[in-house]
């Protein structure tokens, strides 16, 4: 079992910068993807980011904006999040996929942007 740790979450104003961390309970190879996904009410939850080995993958609607990276050796994912829009409000879920049918999920942490 995998265990996903997220924080960093929080109520920021338009065009703010929040940071989110994502930390696993066991090694994760750098062949194992691992990024973030998002979710409103009422929607299906959708991609955000993603790494794997060297590859950095974005929604088109965080490109430019959004930042990951990982530290292989504390087993931590990071989203560094600019120019935050309302848009962008949702619960925030780290992953990681040890297989296509294998995957990890952690509880969520909240992203609210506001006026």
């Known amino acids: 079992q995998v265990q996903l740790v997220e924080s960093g979450g929080g109520l920021v104003h338009p065009g703010g910068s929040l940071r989110l961390s994502c930390t696993a309970s066991?090694?994760?190879?750098?062949?194992?993807?691992m990024g973030w996904y998002r979710q409103t009410p009422g929607n299906q939850r959708e991609f955000v980011a993603q790494v794997k080995f060297g590859s950095l993958t974005y929604a088109n609607s965080v490109k430019g904006r959004f930042t990951i990276s990982r530290d292989y050796d504390k087993n931590t994912v990071t989203l560094q999040m600019n120019h935050l829009q309302p848009e962008d409000t949702a619960i925030y879920y780290c992953?990681?996929?040890?297989?296509?049918?294998?995957?990890?999920w952690g509880q969520g942490t909240q992203v609210t942007v506001s006026s």
């Open positions: 066991i090694n994760i190879g750098s062949r194992n993807p």
């Open positions: 992953n990681v996929q040890i297989s296509t049918s294998n995957q990890y």
